[in-house]
T-cell receptor, first 115, second 114 residues
Framework: AQTVTQSQPEMSVQEAETVTLSCTYD???????LFWYKQPPSRQMILVIR??????QNATENRFSVNFQKAAKSFSLKISDSQLGDAAMYFC????????????FGAGTRLTVKP | DGGITQSPKYLFRKEGQNVTLSCEQN?????MYWYRQDPGQGLRLIYY???????QKGDIAEGYSVSREKKESFPLTVTSAQKNPTAFYLC?????????????FGDGTRLSIL
């Protein structure tokens, strides 16, 4: 089974600066989807960004971008110009192309934003 | 606005009691999911359903049961057989064969033991 590893339980960043959250995954599949979700204190999971493995171009959504390294099985999230509202738990997730119901989540990284 | 509604937000269970968590969606999604979230762990799949009257076990189904009598509703029952039920429970939904489409989540229910 696929596994997702987030090696940073906690990270902190100064407001307006840039932070990168790490995610690695283990799979033998060649095609899959990757996601970053944000879970603020309100606890609702919100999609931040997604990446299809067959696309070489890294996904970008406003201040959020990813560094997708397929050979290294790495999918890091970069948050630029960090804002206080970015403080949350961030989860990396993997979804198999062959079983859309099989979504694997990492343990999460708690991001603190310092004013 | 379309979304997923979970109720209640907080739930307490007595010893030997079954409790039911509600999940309703108006997104017209065929697939629905239940996850359990524990501190320091990612979300773990309990059950999922792709169609009315059909559902499949996830990784940690023991001690839980579900039903899918309507497309919009996917309630989760935590039975007395679940010895460690204290956790945060999240319901999600997606289109069938979602691919790169994300799962949409509710606000969750926190279950505690009395």
């Amino acid at each position: 089974a696929q596994t997702v590893t987030q090696s940073q339980p906690e990270m902190s960043v100064q407001e307006a600066e840039t932070v990168t959250l790490s995610c690695t995954y283990d799979t033998s599949e060649s095609d899959y989807y990757l996601f970053w979700y944000k879970q603020p204190p309100s606890r609702q999971m919100i999609l931040v960004i997604r990446q299809e493995a067959y696309k070489q171009q890294n996904a970008t959504e406003n201040r959020f971008s990813v560094n997708f390294q397929k050979a290294a099985k790495s999918f890091s999230l970069k948050i630029s110009d960090s804002q206080l509202g970015d403080a949350a738990m961030y989860f990396c997730a993997y979804r198999s192309v062959y079983n859309n119901n099989d979504m694997r989540f990492g343990a999460g990284t708690r991001l603190t934003v310092k004013p | 606005d379309g979304g997923i509604t979970q109720s209640p937000k907080y739930l307490f269970r007595k010893e030997g009691q079954n409790v039911t968590l509600s999940c309703e969606q108006n997104l017209n999604h065929d697939a629905m999911y239940w996850y359990r979230q524990d501190p320091g762990q990612g979300l773990r799949l309990i059950y999922y359903s792709q169609i009315v009257n059909d559902f499949q076990k996830g990784d940690i189904a023991e001690g839980y049961s579900v039903s899918r009598e309507k497309k919009e509703s996917f309630p989760l029952t935590v039975t007395s057989a679940q010895k460690n039920p204290t956790a945060f429970y999240l319901c999600a939904s997606s289109i069938l064969g979602a691919g790169s489409q994300p799962q949409h989540f509710g606000d969750g229910t926190r279950l505690s033991i009395l």
